[in-house]
């Protein structure tokens, strides 16, 4: 009995060693299989993550791709929206295809605004004015006005009063074979316009340094001022190197480069892209007349200004860029500079005989090759050849 007991105890203590090892071997396993599951959800989850946010890396990029095309379809619309009124151009037959020649006075009004101590700040606009006054000196141009915030002297001040007070100073009794310039660096804007002879409802405008106070200055008032009653037979030339200046002096036609460097002609008032001018003035006169008809008037107010803003004198404008655009202070090789200015001084110093179409092509590479996307834009006061030399 005691050894069949003692048999029987020490089986059932080897059964319950069996069962406790198999019940931790079990245990074990469960706990393996746990691990390997939590493991490969925790790899699931790491894998979902990265896949959302690859997904998200990918909306993104689709969004920014879409962004981009929108606002070249945009941009390609705004070039397509461009109409073309046409004067009689031949009474201004003369000038096609030569400058008129300058025998009398050379005046300058330069402007520069760096806007010391406000928000806006710019840094290359009086060094801008400096390149200008030094290039218009080695013209020949000796009579000027100098207009910077960085004069003490409050006559010397581009305020709103000193701004209108030297253009009218600039184009007093303006006389034929005269030749005036006038050059703009500081801000731009646009404001509504309350005359609705602007087809985008926005009157463009300079910045005057005290311009938060006593107002900007407007294109429908600088063209009134220094454009509408130059007589024939001199020439005005103006460098506007602000933002929203395409139109800044409301001048009725307008040569601008597209991406590829091709030269468009178009109406600065908004009404439709025009191939008509290119280089040869003689075949886009004739084709304008084809469709338009000889002497056409304008009927809507935008169309009518354009037409009333035909010029009888010479009249170029270069500006930085196209109305919806910004012109850009720029720093360029170490020195703070508009883009508009630095370009075109270099392209100048290229080619001091430059024809208008290569000066504003040239210009174009120029910003392109530093990365501005901006488009300079050359305008006139009536049809002009633009395979004339640059001359002031």
Same mark, same amino acid.
Not at 57 to 71: G, I, K, L, T, V
Not at 82 to 96: A, C, G, I, L
């Given at each position: 009995?005691g050894i ?30 746990e ?8 790899e699931?989850?790491?894998e ?25 379809e ?23 295809? !030569?400058h ?9 009004l ?28 080695e ?8 207009l ?18 030297g ?31 602007e ?7 300079i ?6 106070v ?7 008032d600088? !063209? ?11 020439t ?42 290119r280089?040869?003035? !003689? ?12 002497g ?8 009518k ?15 930085g860029?196209?109305? !919806? ?6 720093q ?50 009536f ?10």
């Amino acid at each position: 009995m005691g050894i069949l007991g003692e048999d029987y105890e020490q089986n059932v203590n080897n059964d319950d060693e069996e069962e406790y090892v198999e019940e931790e071997e079990a245990e074990g396993e469960e706990e393996e299989e746990e691990a390997e599951e939590e493991a490969a959800e925790e790899e699931a989850e790491e894998e979902a993550e990265e896949e959302a946010e690859e997904e998200a890396e990918e909306e993104a990029e689709e969004e920014a791709d879409e962004e981009e095309e929108e606002e070249k379809e945009e941009e390609e619309e705004e070039e397509e929206e461009y109409e073309y009124v046409v004067d009689d151009p031949s009474k201004y037959k003369d000038y096609h295809d !030569h400058h008129p020649e300058i025998t009398g006075r050379r005046r300058a009004l330069l402007i520069g605004i760096n806007y010391f101590g406000t928000p806006n700040e710019l840094k290359g606009c009086i060094n801008d004015i400096n390149n200008l006054r030094n290039f218009l000196l080695e013209q020949g141009y000796e009579e000027g006005i100098v207009l910077t915030d960085d004069q003490e002297d409050p006559a010397k001040q581009p305020t709103a009063e000193n701004i209108v007070r030297g253009m009218v100073w600039l184009v007093k009794d303006a006389q034929p074979g005269d030749s005036f310039f006038f050059g703009y660096s500081g801000h731009g804007a646009y404001v509504q316009d309350t005359t609705g002879d602007e087809v985008d409802g926005a009157d463009e405008t300079i910045c005057p340094v005290d311009g938060q106070v006593n107002g900007f200055i407007c294109d429908d008032d600088m !063209h009134a001022i220094m454009l509408k009653n130059l007589p024939e037979g001199c020439t005005f030339v103006s460098v506007f190197d602000c933002c929203h200046s395409g139109s800044v002096l409301d001048l009725p036609y307008t040569a601008r480069l597209d991406g590829n460097l091709q030269l468009q002609v178009v109406d600065n008032k908004n009404a439709g892209k025009v191939d008509f001018i290119r280089t040869n003035t !003689h075949d886009a006169i004739e084709a304008a007349k084809e469709r338009f008809g000889e002497g056409k008037r304008a009927q809507t107010p935008a169309e009518k200004t354009a037409y009333e803003n035909t010029t009888k004198a010479f009249v170029v404008q270069f500006s930085g860029c196209m109305d !919806h655009q910004f012109s850009a202070d720029a720093q360029i090789d170490g020195k703070a500079s508009g883009a508009l200015v630095w370009g075109l001084l270099k392209a100048l110093e290229e080619d001091p005989e430059i024809t208008y179409i290569n000066l504003l092509r040239r210009t174009r590479e120029l910003l392109q090759e530093r990365g501005y996307a901006q488009i300079p834009q050359l305008s006139t006061g009536f049809p002009i050849s633009l395979e004339i030399p640059f001359y002031v």
